[in-house]
């Protein structure tokens, strides 16, 4: 209750809905020595409890909020569950993906499931499609070097630190001293009152540019406490099939190539009937295409701006591609999750955390910025970061042996999972963790495949 205290506080939210909601569960949930438990309940939470005051303040009606922390761990690792037509889904993870021992001694990560970094990083190393192989290049490699090249070619390697070389860094000096998001005002707007409706976001429609599982993660928890969410892709750009399924859960999907002016064009339309505008994206690179936080602000007064990064909007890696995997082997968790279990090699955390944890992150920001509209008024800008994340699951302490915990299973976990139909077959995955006591949050438009709806806004669908 003192994370979510200390979240809620944070963010300038006055602190009496903490008093509607209840917190159950202990540490340790999942294999792990950091609190990821505690980071994936506060998180979900706090979200939750957003949801709550903005029904509040919509129609006078309180609710209380529940959200048990083995339901929400699990929550975190749902890309994991997901079943289609009781198949699992295809593997996340590239082939010569994972971590390599450079010449120096030092380690490194390589992030290779996507094709452009994929064959960028081959192209880099000079070598084949082979783990093999790929180790034999990074034999005459040092790690830093590596990580600077990779970084100056576009690609996303990163070096393995310790948390003491992480904090000695540049970026992570830079990151120690900024809260877990940031919320910030960025133009001026009249106060935008939401009319009743029958769920805490109905009505609200969200731009979502995102991919991989942090910002979809934002845009899926949004649908699910009622708004109107149309993620926005292209054909051109890669995903993976399975994170598309599990986030695409309660939104529309559509596809723009915004190198082509006409589909700037529509997403200029789309924008000014929109409340919110979430991107996930390398910093600048919405900007370039004429979509950034002032840009959109100018365009739509009253807009909120919703913006993630890898390693945070300043410091020297700000533009920095980057990708949960890699932020939590450069920032310190995989040296400290191995140290925790006596391995001289690196030891992921057992989820996703920094993504999951950053995209409710981002619905938080989002529900308190379009609360703050309703009393100030204002266009507003949402910034959450990955290492940030990171740097606040830090703060949440150590689980003394909790890399004991066992390991869920999928059927561990039959009791926590839902079956909905969807445009890939019939879907079962975990449910929200996060109840409302009036709204409870459900996703009412089926995961579909890319691009399968039309560039424009629609009713909601029925409940």
């Known amino acids: 209750m003192d994370a979510l205290a200390a979240l809620w506080r944070g963010a300038g939210v006055a602190g009496a809905a903490l008093d509607r909601v209840n917190l159950t569960g202990a540490e340790p949930v ?71 021992r450079c010449g120096d001694g030092r380690w490194v990560r390589l ?8 064959d960028g990083t081959l192209k880099l190393l000079k070598c084949t499609h082979d783990r093999a192989a790929v180790q034999a290049a990074l034999d005459h490699w040092e790690a830093i070097q ?56 109905g009505g609200v429609r969200v731009l979502d540019l995102t991919r991989i599982i942090a910002g979809p993660v934002c845009g899926r928890t949004l649908a699910a406490h009622g708004a109107d969410v149309l993620l926005v892709t292209a054909s051109h750009l890669p995903s993976l099939e399975v994170l598309v399924i599990d986030s695409g859960r309660g939104k529309l999907s559509t596809a723009l190539d915004l190198r082509q002016a006409t589909a700037r064009n529509t ?9 919110v505008f979430v991107q996930g994206y390398r910093p600048g690179a919405i900007a370039g295409w004429g979509f950034g936080p002032e840009q959109a602000a100018r365009m739509r007064p009253g807009i909120v701006y919703v913006s993630l990064s890898a390693y945070g909007h300043v410091g020297p890696w700000s533009e920095r591609r980057g990708f949960d995997s890699l932020a939590q082997t450069a920032t310190g968790f995989n040296h400290a999750e191995a140290e925790a279990a006596g391995s001289d090699e690196p030891k992921p955390l057992p989820a996703q ?18 609360a703050r509209r309703m009393t100030e008024g204002g266009s507003w800008h949402v910034r959450v970061a990955l290492a940030q994340t990171g740097h606040w699951l830090r703060g949440l302490g150590r689980i003394e042996g909790g890399l004991d915990c066992a390991d869920p299973r999928s059927a561990d976990v039959a009791d926590l999972m839902e079956e909905l139909p969807s445009g890939f077959g019939s879907l079962r995955s975990v449910r929200h963790a996060g109840i409302l006591s009036a709204t409870p949050a459900r996703w009412t438009r089926p995961s579909v495949p890319l691009g399968t709806h039309a560039p424009r806004w629609e009713s909601a669908a029925a409940a």
């Open 146 to 201: 590596l990580e600077t090249a990779a970084a100056e070619a576009g690609l996303v390697i990163t070096a393995m630190r310790s948390f003491a070389e992480w904090d000695a860094h540049p970026q992570g000096e830079t990151l120690a001293h900024l809260p877990v998001l940031t919320i910030e005002k960025i133009g001026e707007a009249p106060v935008e009152r939401l009319p009743a409706a029958d769920r805490p976001l």
């Open 353 to 370: 955390i920094l993504d999951h944890a950053s995209g409710y992150l981002m619905a938080f920001g989002t529900m308190v910025a379009l």
């Open 30 to 100: 999942l294999p792990s020595s950091f609190a990821v438990g505690t980071a994936a309940q506060t998180s979900i939470a706090a979200a939750s409890l957003a949801a709550a005051e903005l029904w509040r303040m919509r129609t006078g009606n309180a609710q209380s909020a529940a959200v048990d922390m083995r339901h929400a761990a699990v929550e975190f690792r749902s890309e994991r569950y997901l079943r289609v037509d009781g198949k699992p889904a295809r593997d996340l993870w590239d082939a010569i993906a994972g971590t390599y």
């Open 267 to 275: 997403l200029a339309s789309l924008l000014r009937q929109a409340q």
């Open 111 to 118: 992030h290779t499931n996507l094709p452009h970094h994929r």
